[in-house]
């Protein structure tokens, strides 16, 4: 299914905000507990920070957030529905990598594509800014795991996550390239 990919306005931040709520649930209800993972998206999906972060986004070249929607002529009469999102910015330690700190899908649309087309948006945004993409998710996330190393990232390190005590997250890098 066709997806239009575009930079994100603040006209999208409750869609941005639902994709964030019902993928943490479907991702990690069953590691965190869904009360926790409710207070998790309401603190880090907070209406007025992601404002800003797609504000931030809009006014530089080495970040990005993006949304995934139905193309304009699928939904002419109404808003188009949003199936993900992705932020990506520089990695605060090393300018020559970008860090991805938010790619989410709807569930509803998990294998459809949706992420693919997310991260290779971004990889072609920044082909001339960065040489490698850096993530960091949840050990417990197999879904994601298995997500981007389909795509292509390999594992550099496991460090204990802030998100709880005990819990685990792995790191992922991969040189930015567009495919041709």
Not at 5 to 26: F, G, L, N
Request: charged share 25%.
């Amino acid at each position: 299914m066709s997806r239009d990919v575009r930079p994100a306005t603040v006209d999208d931040v409750w869609a941005v905000h639902r994709v964030a709520r019902e993928s943490w649930h479907a991702a990690y209800d069953d590691v965190l507990g869904p009360e926790t993972v409710a207070d998790v998206v309401d603190e880090w999906y907070a209406f007025g920070d992601l404002e800003s972060s797609i504000a931030t986004a809009t006014d530089r070249d080495d970040a990005a957030f993006l949304v995934a929607t139905d193309p304009p002529a699928a939904s002419p009469a109404s808003e188009p529905d949003c199936y993900g999102f992705a932020h990506a910015v520089p990695w605060p330690e090393d300018e020559s990598v970008a860090f991805l700190a938010r790619l989410y899908v709807r569930p509803t649309t998990w294998n459809e594509g949706v992420g693919t087309a997310l991260l290779e948006a971004l990889e072609r945004a920044f082909t001339a800014e960065f040489d490698r993409l850096r993530l960091a998710v949840l050990a417990a996330n197999d879904i994601g795991i298995s997500f981007y190393e389909s795509r292509g990232f390999e594992r550099v390190a496991t460090r204990q996550s802030d998100l709880a005590a005990g819990l685990e997250e792995h790191v992922y890098e991969k040189p930015v390239s567009v495919e041709e």
